[in-house]
């Protein structure tokens, strides 16, 4: 996720805890965007940045903007994986790992997709096309002799 100028909101205000940014922390991977939550954001007197979700029990702190954020993300991992853990959980919190887990899987997903190395394609290919009307197949194979072009049999 690219970070512009976050200590100035869309509007050209400060966020503050009274007046926070809304947003959505996301993860660019490749050309696919995944969304992790909705959330709000702003800087304390301290100039600290907070990110708190709107969706999770997620809320994190740090100096700049984008360290917030990165570890918010983070956060949002570890919370999944706690919530995984629980042998017995709330009703919010099933309701928040079934609402998270999905974003987290496709996170995966993305990821996977776009590691995996390139498939191997062949160095040509060849396509020729059926007659129409017939089931018969005008591809062929035509073994090759060790006999010289002028050797071969004439097809007399």
Same mark, same amino acid.
């Given at each position: 996720?690219?970070? @512009?100028?976050?200590?100035? =909101?869309?509007? /050209?205000?400060?966020?503050?805890? $009274? %007046?926070? *940014?809304?947003?959505?922390?996301?993860?660019?991977?490749?050309?696919?965007?995944?969304?992790?939550?909705?959330?709000?954001?702003?800087?304390?007197?301290?100039?600290?940045?907070?990110?708190?979700?709107l969706?999770?029990?997620?809320?994190?702190?740090?100096?700049?903007?984008?360290?917030?954020?990165?570890?918010?993300?983070?956060? @949002?991992?570890?919370?999944? =994986?706690?919530? /995984?853990?629980?042998?017995?959980? $709330? %009703?919010? *919190?099933?309701?928040?790992?079934?609402?998270?887990?999905?974003?987290?899987?496709?996170?995966?997903?993305?990821l996977?997709?776009?590691?995996?190395?390139?498939?191997?394609?062949?160095?040509?290919?060849?396509?020729?096309?059926?007659?129409?009307?017939?089931?018969?197949?005008?591809r062929?194979?035509?073994?090759?002799?060790?006999?010289?072009?002028?050797?071969?049999?004439?097809?007399?």
């Amino acid at each position: 996720m690219s970070v @512009l100028d976050a200590s100035v =909101a869309r509007d /050209g205000r400060t966020p503050t805890e $009274a %007046e926070p *940014e809304t947003g959505r922390a996301a993860l660019r991977i490749g050309d696919h965007k995944v969304v992790l939550s909705e959330g709000i954001r702003w800087i304390e007197p301290d100039g600290n940045h907070v990110i708190r979700s709107l969706e999770f029990d997620v809320t994190v702190g740090a100096p700049t903007f984008k360290a917030a954020l990165w570890k918010f993300i983070d956060n @949002l991992f570890d919370f999944a =994986a706690y919530l /995984g853990e629980l042998e017995d959980l $709330a %009703e919010n *919190e099933e309701e928040m790992f079934h609402r998270l887990a999905p974003r987290l899987v496709r996170v995966s997903r993305e990821l996977e997709r776009l590691l995996e190395p390139p498939r191997k394609r062949p160095l040509f290919s060849v396509n020729l096309p059926r007659r129409r009307g017939s089931r018969e197949d005008v591809r062929a194979w035509y073994p090759s002799s060790r006999q010289h072009g002028s050797q071969l049999p004439s097809h007399a």
